[in-house]
Nanobody, 123 residues
Framework: QVQLVESGGGLVQAGGSLRLSCTASGRTFSTYVMAWFRQVPGKEREFVAGIRLSSGSTYYGDSVKGRFTISRDNAENTVYLQMNSLNPEDTADYYC????????????????WGQGTQVTVSS
């Protein structure tokens, strides 16, 4: 089993930045893919960004390209999501998720999930 714990959410003004962290414990493998999703009440969970832990290859949703950056520290079993130029449309609960490779952007294909962290962007 893999346990994921997110941190770093909060309230920020439009144009500001936040960095989310996701730390994994338990049985983790370098062949995993880690991803960030977000969800607003009443809407489907949206893919934000993903990273292959072995190669560092990254993937982004169209709505965050150029503003968000996903990275990993394999030694610390931690994945980060640096979010810049935030706008109110980024307000959501953000979830960290993991699965074995290959990379897939569909949330249903992820086996492990964190509890989520809330991000609120004020206008």
């Amino acid at each position: 089993q893999v346990q994921l714990v997110e941190s770093g959410g909060g309230l920020v003004q439009a144009g500001g930045s936040l960095r989310l962290s996701c730390t994994a414990s338990g049985r983790t493998f370098s062949t995993y893919v880690m991803a960030w999703f977000r969800q607003v009440p009443g809407k489907e969970r949206e893919f934000v960004a993903g990273i292959r832990l072995s190669s560092g290859s990254t993937y982004y949703g169209d709505s965050v390209k150029g503003r968000f950056t996903i990275s990993r520290d394999n030694a610390e079993n931690t994945v980060y999501l640096q979010m810049n130029s935030l706008n109110p449309e980024d307000t959501a609960d953000y979830y960290c998720a993991g699965r074995r490779s290959p990379f897939i952007s569909r949330s249903l294909d992820y086996d492990y999930w964190g509890q989520g962290t809330q991000v609120t962007v004020s206008s």
